[in-house]
């Protein structure tokens, strides 16, 4: 009884350790989101000031979906360091009311601007180039947008994609994948 007490002790405090930390708005916190003013254009500077690609995460309170994508996917060590190394990350709360200046100057609370963008689903990541034309609507100016969750590979892979620039060659990102996927699973 001891030894089984022991291991249930043990599995506990291991899942507490992995357990995402959730903010008082509800949402995941990982450590490389950036806590900005959420004014994009001062976001994709001080992106391209370090070295790193915008992208911009929205979810909601309660999302299943950003709870896989946060607790089993963006925790993959390999995720989270490239993560971490390549892009300045910006979480934008559906349901928020926090403002947001879109890159055409236009301000509104996050869950207006999450209208404006048309964004449906949680999570919903959208990716940045390093320059947007001036008057842009941030759906219009992502050279890539991944609506949902996805699996470990998948997002890798895209993440690869937009900092290799995928999106400016022939190659679509699903046949990038699937080459990528290729060497992945063996």
Known sequence: ??????????????????AAEIGDDGLHKAPWLRDTFKDLSEDLEEANSEGKRLMIIIEQRGCIYCKKMHEEVFVVPEIKDFIEENFFVVQINMFGDVEVTDFDGTTLPEK???????????PSIYFFPEEVEDGAVANQAAVANMPGAFGRWTTFNMLNWVVEKG????EPFQKYHARMFENQKK
């Open 167 to 170: 999106y400016e060659s022939d």
């Open 112 to 122: 207006d601007m999450v209208k404006r963008w048309g964004a449906l689903f949680t």
């Open 1 to 18: 009884m001891t030894r089984l007490f022991a291991v249930l002790c043990a599995l506990f405090f291991a899942v507490q350790v992995h």
